[in-house]
């Protein structure tokens, strides 16, 4: 686990160099097809050396939800154990890992005419102002979130006008946890969140290079798409969305796309630092991947220290 442009994907590739390990990517904006400049996703070289599980599983106009990663990643993971080997789970949406270890909450399923009802109040009024009417309903929930956080503050106002019930009570009700595994939790945390911040510029002006606008261009002439679906909240993605739309020109893009990437890296280390039993490690250190292959072998039996065979 780690935030992004901490150097996961490299790291796990050198574990699989070394240890009969399969890849289970935990990477909600992975999954869509097509999507591949802006997602960082493995070329076709690495995924020829390693493949990954849980990518390029659905299409840019569809959904994916954290129970059905949960589902689908336990169903990879008892295939990757038959076979004999370890599944190596990869990412960065913290909300996937959680779920995995620690189940779901009872939550309402989404109801489109109420979605639709907080979009209309959002256009009229903001997402700030929606976001203090959260706060009045449900400060637990209102005080995690920014307040132009609008898929987060959309759910939880949906929950509450769904249940009549804050969501931050219902997360709070006993949930069912299967999880027939002991997990090695690994966290990769910069040692110096500045060199963090430079590594996310630089990484976002190559998506540009490599040509992110076109690749959102084609994706509109493909797909009927609209800016409030999932995919379209990909960081990066909505701020191309803007650019493509005239609202932003070139500069304001490259510092927009750069503030939300460096946004998305906080709230991952937020979520990184509530987590429990983590084996920390600099992100920045040059011998990274010998520091993670150490700890692992010392926690590995055996039997599992040959790589898997391909």
Same mark, same amino acid.
């Given at each position: 686990?780690?935030?992004?442009?901490?150097?996961?994907?490299?790291?796990?590739?050198?574990?699989?160099?070394?240890?009969?390990?399969?890849? +289970?990517?935990v990477?909600?904006?992975?999954?869509?097809?097509?999507?591949?400049?802006?997602?960082?996703?493995?070329?076709?070289?690495?995924?020829?050396?390693?493949?990954?599980?849980?990518?390029?599983? !659905?299409?840019p106009?569809?959904a994916?939800?954290?129970?059905?990663?949960?589902?689908?990643?336990?169903?990879?993971?008892?295939?990757?154990?038959?076979?004999?080997?370890?599944?190596?789970? +990869?990412?960065?949406?913290?909300?996937?890992?959680?779920?995995?270890?620690?189940?779901?909450?009872?939550?309402?399923?989404?109801?489109?005419? !109420?979605?639709?009802?907080?979009?209309?109040?959002?256009?009229?009024?903001?997402?700030p102002?929606?976001?203090?009417?959260?706060?009045?309903?449900?400060?637990?929930?209102?005080?995690?979130?920014?307040?132009?956080?609008?898929?987060?503050?959309?759910?939880?106002?949906?929950?509450?006008y769904?249940?009549?019930?804050?969501?931050?009570?219902?997360?709070?009700?006993?949930?069912?946890?299967?999880?027939?595994?002991?997990?090695?939790?690994?966290?990769?945390?910069?040692?110096?969140?500045?060199?963090?911040?430079?590594? !996310?510029?630089?990484?976002?002006?190559?998506?540009?290079?490599?040509?992110? !606008?076109s690749?959102?261009?084609?994706?509109?002439?493909?797909?009927?798409?609209?800016?409030?679906?999932?995919?379209?909240?990909?960081?990066?993605?909505?701020?191309?969305?803007?650019?493509?739309?005239?609202?932003?020109?070139?500069?304001t893009?490259?510092?927009?796309?750069i503030?939300?990437?460096?946004?998305?890296?906080?709230?991952q280390?937020?979520?990184?630092?509530?987590?429990?039993?983590?084996?920390?490690?600099?992100?920045?250190?040059?011998?990274?991947?010998?520091?993670?292959?150490t700890?692992?072998?010392?926690?590995?039996?055996?039997?599992?220290?040959?790589?898997?065979?391909?």
């Open positions: 686990m780690g935030p992004t442009a901490s150097g996961k994907t490299s790291v796990a590739l050198d574990l699989v160099r070394e240890l009969p390990c399969e890849i +289970v990517s990477d909600s904006a992975q999954v869509y097809r097509h999507m591949d400049i802006g997602t960082a996703k493995p070329d076709a070289e690495t995924l020829g050396v390693a493949p990954h599980h849980l990518i390029n599983v !659905i299409d106009d569809e994916f939800s954290a129970a059905r990663f949960r589902d689908d990643a336990q169903a990879l993971m008892r295939e990757i154990t038959e076979r004999g080997n370890i599944p190596l789970l +990869v990412g960065g949406t913290m909300m996937y890992f959680k779920t995995m270890l620690e189940g779901l909450s009872e939550l309402p399923q989404a109801d489109p005419a !109420i979605r639709m009802v907080i979009d209309t109040m959002a256009d009229e009024s903001g997402w102002a929606l976001h203090a009417k959260l706060a009045l309903v449900d400060p637990e929930t209102a005080a995690r979130l920014e307040p132009n956080d609008a898929q987060r503050i959309q759910r939880a106002l949906e929950v509450y769904i249940s009549n019930r804050p969501m931050s009570e219902l997360l709070k009700k006993p949930k069912y946890v299967y999880f027939p595994y002991t997990p090695l939790k690994l966290a990769l945390i910069p040692g110096d969140r500045s060199v963090l911040h430079d590594r !996310i510029a630089t990484r976002f002006e190559t998506m540009l290079e490599l040509g992110l !606008i690749e959102l261009r084609k994706l509109r002439e493909d797909y009927a798409l609209e800016p409030d679906m999932p995919s379209m909240r990909c960081v990066g993605y909505r701020q191309t969305w803007q650019y493509l739309d005239g609202k932003i020109g070139l500069a893009l490259r510092e927009q796309g503030a939300a990437t460096r946004q998305l890296a906080k709230r280390l937020t979520w990184l630092r509530a987590m429990k039993e983590l084996a920390e490690f600099d992100c920045l250190d040059e011998d990274l991947s010998d520091q993670v292959l700890h692992l072998r010392q926690h590995l039996p055996e039997t599992t220290s040959e790589p898997a065979k391909s």
